[in-house]
Structures are given as C-alpha cells and as structure tokens.
C-alpha cells in the first residue's frame, strides 16, 4: 500500500440544475493534498472510496484542510460526500464500528438523510430524503465526525432561481431526465421551451406510450392538489456569510434532493397555468448573447401556439439571451436551465491512481463494491457495476440505489475488516424504483422498457387516460418488467411474478384486464 493517501475532495456527480444565461459551464472541486500519519506502519484495514464518498480505512489524519473544524483528525473509515450514499455508509459504518471515529468530509453544512423508510415489498422501498444539518447527524451518531471542505449552500442557488423565474416571461429547459420532468411541470406562469434530444419525453423511464399519457398531464391546467410533502427542510442562515466567502465557481456541494422544488415559488409572470412547447429530437447549436444575436442578423420565433402548426412567424421580442437549436430553430427566452443528467465525478481520484474506469466514466465495482485497486470501495454515482448482474436488474444513478450500494458497500468493508465475506444483498436481484412524476405515482420494475431483451418480447398495456397506465413486459412467457403509472396496488403483485418466474402464458392478455383482481389471483 501506498504511504501517501489519494487526494481526497469532494466527490459529487453533475446531479441538478444549473441556470444561466450563457453556456453552461462544468464545474470542479479544487482540494488540498493530504498525508498519511506517519505513525505505525500501515495495517490491513480497509481503505474505501464511496462514491459520491470516498472511504480509506487504515489511519488518515487531515494536516490542511478547508473545513469548519481545523484541528487534525484521524479515524478509521474516511467517507467523502454528504450525498446519500456516503451518508448511508458513513451511519452503517457507526453502528458497526460504535467505538471507532468514522469522518464524513462534506462540501456543504447540509447533508442528505434518508428518513421515514418504508420496505413496500421485497426489493421495493420507500423513504424521503431530507436536507439536515450536519450536527444531527452527528447527534445521532456520537462517533461520526462531519468536516466541512469547499462548502457550498445549495438554498442560495435555489433562491436566484426562484428570483429569476419570478422576473420570466419565457424560459427554455434541455434535458430529458427526472430534473427536467419535475421542472417542466411545476413552473406556471410563464412559456416554456422543452428541449430533449429523444424522440419522447422521460426517454429514461418511459417508452411511448407512458410519454404520451403523461404530456396530456401538460397541457390540461393544474387543478389537483400536489400530493404533501412532509420533510423538514433546513436552511444554513447562521453560517449565510461564511459559506458565501467559501463558495466560488470551483465549488460543489450537494446533489439536489428529489423534493428540491417543494418550497420554491416556481411562477413567472404570467397569469396562465401551463404553457409549454417541446422540441424533440435535437440540441443546442449555438448560444447568443442579445448584442451577438443583433450582429448575426438571424431571426427567431415565436412562442408556438399549436404543436401541429408549422407557420413560422418572427418573434419581434427582445430577449436577453438566444437558443440556436440543431433542427435550425432559434427561439428567445429570458434564461436557460440546462437539466441534463448525472455524470460521475472521478477526475479528483483519477491522478496518480490506476483504477479501471467504464465506458460511463465510473469507476469499475465488483459484486462487493471493490474498485480494480486494493482496499478501495465505490458506490453510487461514481461507480460502474461491472459483475454480471441478475437478469431484471441494471444500474441506474437514482436515489434508492445511491442509499442500497451505501449501506451494502459499509456490509462489504465491515466484513472484510475482520477476514470474512458476505452474499450480495438481495436488493441487487430486481431494479426496482419509485418516484412522482407530473403528480402521479411511478413505479419501474426489472426490465420495464424491455433493455436488452432483443426483438423476442411482448407489451401488455392497460390504460385509462388520466388515471392509469399500466405495461407488462414478457419474454417467453415470463415477466421481465413493468412500469405502473397511478394507484394501480399492483407493486408487489407484479415484483413477486417477475421474481419467481412464473410462466405466465395460459393468461394472455387477461393478465391486465380490469376485471380480474390479479392481487388475488396470485396472492
């Protein structure tokens, strides 16, 4: 083993939204070195990077750190990242280890906690995720130590946000993921531009279909009451200046939340509800300042009134900035939000260090959540599962599987900390996730867009519009996958199917036909 430590920052990935009116630029963490204590010789411990973490286990002192709490630190297990998967870990860590000092080093004074878990099912879970001050967690767990290093409050740049929406006559959105499904839909009062590369929206989680039940939700005014949200969430006023001195460009913190809207007054000028034109099947080109946009001498168009009418009128507006798309387009609005997804942060831990690194940019996970070098553990949106895995499961860098590779990543250094090993947990048999999209329940399960199931498949749907939507996936009479849309209580029904194998042939398409309580019937 090395006697120097790799450098550990802040590991997060591009997780949010970011606002601007010029071109998006990424942004990146600049840490300082830190040293091994150079006292005993090094010993078999583990050393663990969690992703976002970073774990190392022998011995680590901080000498020089940018952190709220200067005076030198050692412990056991080092995790760095205050996003759900280092947080998961660092608590599991705790309970295993309730005489040893685990430290979390953290970009920002407000952490990610799960909270009110629920186990619907085998493999399906519930719970929230709550903004908490780091002091609760280390309330609740005497022996973790939170250090703060490059802090970055995420309210602030919420509330620029919500300032900025409030002055908008007109936005434009890019991107095709959860973000941008929550974004499109929660913003009244102002026309919004929804750009995606795909053919449908929430390509990610939705075939056609679902993509069509769900745009009907856009274009009818928003009556329904939004389902409660019961989280507490937590602001860092008292450390308001502190945390701007210490927050600059380079800077990143905490992914956003997946309740990261509620609070926000997310309405622009308008008086209108919903108002909102896609624009499928294309990028951004170009972006123009106002003054470069009058010196190119090119045009750009008015908000669409009709998705189906192709009359193409001049916008006679001024707008501060302007969109140039790649299907020749070129609309005005009064900000960009670029929500375009997740990619995993490894540039901090790259140098100097020989990881094996997927085509994703990840670093490579065995079935233990071990990297390709010794000692050192990844999980969540840093990591690149590279066993083979079960049939109906794939990575994806959402939420539950941030808190699941957390936790199951803690079993593994746990285990090996004492020479032993333990079977992969059973939450890696079946991909399964819930969420809210458009203020519908979303529940995916194994396979559901038919991933790489080749041709040989068969789609069994039930729909009635504005309530339900309902698709079975089947290959060779078994089912794959599923994706329920609404209270459909098919959840668990159709997890313990896909799990067992059944063959389901005999059924048909009486599998989803309304009249047949399959509950029931496979109970």
């Known amino acids: 083993?090395?006697?120097?430590?790799?450098?550990?920052?802040?590991?997060?990935?591009?997780?949010?939204?970011?606002?601007?009116?010029?071109?998006?630029?990424?942004?990146?963490l600049r840490g300082k070195r830190r040293k091994w204590s150079p006292g005993a010789a090094p010993s078999p411990e583990i050393q663990t990077f969690l992703a976002p973490p970073l774990l190392s286990a022998n011995r680590w002192r901080s000498e020089s750190m940018e952190a709220a709490r200067s005076p030198p630190t050692a412990g056991k297990f080092v995790v760095v990242g205050g996003g759900i998967a280092g947080v998961t870990c660092a608590?599991?860590?705790?309970?295993?280890?309730?005489?040893?000092?685990?430290?979390?080093?953290?970009?920002?004074?407000?952490?990610?906690?799960?909270?009110?878990?629920?186990?619907?099912?085998?493999?399906?879970?519930?719970?929230?995720?709550?903004?908490?001050?780091?002091?609760?967690?280390?309330?609740?767990?005497?022996?973790?130590?939170?250090?703060?290093?490059?802090?970055?409050?995420?309210?602030?740049?919420?509330?620029?946000?919500?300032?900025?929406?409030?002055?908008?006559?007109?936005?434009?959105?890019?991107?095709?993921?959860?973000?941008a499904l929550e974004l499109v839909y929660e913003i009244e009062g102002c026309e919004v531009i929804w750009v995606i590369k795909d053919k449908a929206i929430g390509n990610t989680f939705f075939d056609a279909g679902a993509a069509e039940f769900l745009?009907?939700?856009?274009?009818?005014?928003?009556?329904?009451?939004?389902i409660a949200q019961k989280r507490t969430r937590y602001t860092t006023e008292g450390r308001k200046k502190e945390a701007q001195t210490k927050a600059h460009a380079g800077n990143i913190g905490s992914a956003l939340g997946p309740d990261w809207h509620e609070g926000l007054d997310l309405k622009g000028t308008k008086e209108f509800s919903h108002k909102i034109h896609i624009e499928t099947m294309c990028e951004v080109k170009n972006i123009y300042l106002q003054a470069e946009f009058r010196i190119s001498e090119k045009k750009s168009l008015i908000f669409p009134k009709d998705h189906h009418n192709q009359s193409v009128t001049t916008d006679k507006e001024i707008w501060p900035v302007y969109v140039e798309?790649?299907?020749?387009?070129?609309?005005?609005?009064?900000?960009?939000?670029s929500a375009t997804g997740v990619t995993p942060n490894t540039e901090p831990f790259l140098c100097g260090n020989n990881f094996d690194v997927g085509d994703d940019g990840g670093l490579k996970v065995d079935d233990h959540m071990h990297t390709s070098l010794p000692d050192i553990y990844a999980a969540g949106d840093i990591c690149t599962a590279s066993w083979q895995p079960s049939p109906v499961w794939q990575q994806m860098r959402l939420w539950t599987q941030a808190r699941q590779m957390g936790w199951y990543a803690a079993k593994c250094m746990a285990a090996a900390s004492v020479g032993e090993s333990i079977d992969m947990d059973f939450s890696f048999e079946l991909f399964a996730h819930v969420t809210k999209f458009f203020n519908y329940k979303v529940v995916l399960l194994g396979k559901y867009n038919a991933q790489g199931l080749g041709p040989d498949h068969e789609l069994l749907l039930r729909c009635t519009k504005g309530q339900e939507y309902i698709k079975a996936v089947l290959q060779n009479g078994r089912m794959m996958g599923a994706v329920l849309i609404g209270e459909t209580d098919l959840e668990e029904t159709f997890e313990n199917l896909i799990l067992n194998q059944m063959n389901l042939s005999a059924y048909g398409e009486d599998l989803l036909d309304p009249n047949i309580d399959i509950e029931d019937y496979f109970d």
């Open 91 to 179: 608590e599991q860590l705790a309970i295993d280890f309730p005489s040893e000092d685990i430290l979390l080093i953290t970009a920002s004074p407000v952490i990610k906690a799960v909270t009110n878990f629920k186990q619907v099912s085998k493999v399906l879970e519930e719970f929230d995720v709550e903004e908490q001050p780091s002091t609760m967690l280390e309330n609740r767990f005497p022996n973790i130590k939170v250090i703060e290093s490059g802090v970055k409050q995420l309210k602030s740049e919420q509330r620029e946000f919500q300032k900025q929406l409030t002055q908008a006559k007109r936005i434009m959105i890019i991107g095709n993921g959860g973000i």
């Open 1 to 28: 083993m090395s006697s120097r430590a790799p450098v550990p920052r802040i590991l997060r990935s591009a997780k949010g939204i970011s606002v601007s009116s010029q071109a998006p630029v990424p942004r990146t």
């Open 215 to 226: 745009t009907s939700k856009l274009i009818d005014e928003k009556s329904e009451a939004k």
């Open 325 to 337: 798309l790649t299907n020749e387009k070129i609309y005005g609005c009064d900000f960009i939000v």
